[in-house]
Nanobody, 120 residues
Framework: QVQLAESGGGLVQAGGSLRLSCVAS????????MGWYRQAPGKQRELVAT???????QYADSVKGRFAISRNNAGNTVYLQMNSLKPEDTAVYYCNAHPRRWYSAPFEVWGQGTLVTVSS
């Protein structure tokens, strides 16, 4: 079993910054990719950013230039540095990972979500 523990959400004023962290624990050999999604009230969950084990990154157009995703050398933690936050960034942010065990295909795991609220 693999668990994702998110932290770093909270309330911030527009223009401010927050850093989200997500730590994976449990039984796995590797995780590829890891990423962040978000879901605003009344909207569908959407991709924010992903990072592969080879450090390739992908961002939603709405956050390019403002958010930066990274992961630690051990490969079990992913970060999302969010700068120049806007009220439209308000959402529950979910960590997403695709861990793999020996001799098995990758499977998908979600975190419980952390709320980010940006006030105007």
């Amino acid at each position: 079993q693999v668990q994702l523990a998110e932290s770093g959400g909270g309330l911030v004023q527009a223009g401010g910054s927050l850093r989200l962290s997500c730590v994976a624990s449990g039984s796995f050999v590797s995780i590829n990719p890891m990423g962040w999604y978000r879901q605003a009230p009344g909207k569908q969950r959407e991709l924010v950013a992903t990072v592969t084990s080879g450090e390739s990154t992908q961002y939603a157009d709405s956050v390019k230039g403002r958010f930066a995703i990274s992961r630690n050398n051990a490969g079990n933690t992913v970060y999302l540095q969010m700068n120049s936050l806007k009220p439209e960034d308000t959402a529950v942010y979910y960590c997403n990972a695709h861990p793999r065990r020996w001799y098995s295909a990758p499977f998908e795991v979600w975190g419980q979500g952390t709320l980010v609220t940006v006030s105007s």
